[in-house]
């Protein structure tokens, strides 16, 4: 999982712009996704465990929500590193529509930096933008 990195496409049903004179990409308030995909095709197994948790918190400051939201994945298999994309895409459909980045749906924040790990199989996803 170390070497993993990907950009996701948010697909969002608002137009999607800068927020003034920032570089930050911002979509109206109440703009809904309709899917958020990758590009990553390796099949090279990347996670082995049973199950896997995903994490997000709010920031108090930023979306004016301290929440958290987790989901889980009950796993039959080893991961590649393709299918282990395609749950952090789940998972972010999910998680991105209940944090705001200023005032809408994070569209900003879209290269994958990593896990960082917070308990036994569980993890929090970092972005970059």
Not at 41 to 64: H, N, P, Q, W
């Amino acid at each position: 999982m170390d070497k993993l990195s990907f950009v996701i496409s948010v697909d969002v049903d608002g137009e999607v712009k800068r927020a003034g004179q920032l570089y930050n990409l911002i979509v109206e308030p109440g703009a809904k996704i309709r899917d958020i995909t990758h590009d990553v095709t390796s099949k090279e197994i990347v996670y082995k465990e049973d199950s896997i948790t995903f994490c997000k918190a709010g920031r108090m400051i930023l979306d004016g929500t301290n929440e958290n939201f987790e989901k889980s994945y009950a796993l039959d298999h080893p991961l590649t590193a393709k299918e282990l994309a395609d749950l952090i895409c789940d998972f972010e459909k999910e998680a991105r529509v209940k944090f705001n980045w200023l005032g809408g749906v994070d569209v900003h924040h879209v290269f994958f930096e990593g896990l960082q790990q917070l308990g036994p199989k569980k993890y929090r996803i970092y972005w970059g933008s």
